[in-house]
C-alpha cells in the first residue's frame, strides 16, 4: 500500500509540474502542437489523399452534428456562468452594503 500511495504521490508531483511548466510556456505548447498536427495532416494527405476524402465525405455531417451540439453545449454552459457570476456579485455587494451600514 506505501509503495503506491507512494507511487500516486510522485505522479501527481509530476503532473502538477507539467501542468505548471504548459502554464508558463503555452504558446510553444500550443504552436508545437500545431506543427505537429500540420505535418501529420501534410504527410496522410500527400501519401493516403483518396482515403482521406473518402473517410471526411462520410464523417462531416457527424462532425458538423458534433460540433453544433457542443457549440450549443458550451454556449449555455457560459451563460449559466455569467448569471452565477452575476448573482454572486450581487449577493457581495448586498453583504457588503448591509455590513458598512449596519
Do not use: K
Not at 500500500?1 to 502538477?16: D, H, K, L, P, T
Not at 454552459?77 to 452565477?84: K, M, P, Q, S, T
Amino acid at each position: 500500500m506505501q509503495v503506491a500511495s507512494r507511487a500516486m504521490n510522485r505522479g501527481r508531483r509530476v503532473i502538477e509540474a507539467a501542468d505548471i511548466w504548459i502554464q508558463d510556456h503555452y504558446w510553444a505548447v500550443v504552436i508545437s502542437v500545431l506543427l505537429v498536427l500540420c505535418t501529420g495532416t501534410a504527410l496522410l494527405l500527400e501519401w493516403r489523399w483518396a482515403e482521406v476524402t473518402e473517410f471526411a465525405r462520410q464523417i462531416a455531417p457527424v462532425l458538423t452534428t458534433v460540433s453544433i451540439i457542443a457549440s450549443t453545449l458550451l454556449s449555455v454552459l457560459a451563460w449559466f456562468r455569467r448569471r452565477r457570476h452575476r448573482r454572486l456579485a450581487a449577493q457581495a455587494a448586498a453583504n457588503s452594503a448591509s455590513n458598512s451600514g449596519g
